[in-house]
């Protein structure tokens, strides 16, 4: 129901199947409660934080920090 939701999955990768998150966007359970609808049906749990990342910048506007040093 909310803004980001993970589902567990499976995907494949490099032709092997891997453990793997479906994304859901934009549920809401304001006044009038939707459900996320799906935006990727299988993200490798490898690459699933670059998707994250790159799902808050482009699309709530968050920044990226820099790196520690």
């Known amino acids: ?3 980001i939701g993970l589902l567990g ?3 494949r990768k490099d032709g092997q ?6 994304i859901f966007l934009g549920g809401s359970m304001a006044a009038e409660p939707k459900l996320a609808e799906l935006h990727h049906k299988g ?4 690459d699933l934080a670059d998707v994250l ?6 699309r709530f506007g968050a920044r990226r920090r820099a790196a520690p040093a």
Do not use: H, I, N
């Open 9 to 11: 999955a499976k995907a």
């Open 43 to 46: 993200v490798p749990l490898s």
């Open 1 to 3: 129901m909310g803004q």
């Open 17 to 22: 199947m891997v453990e793997a998150a479906k």
């Open 53 to 58: 990342e790159e799902l808050l910048v482009e």
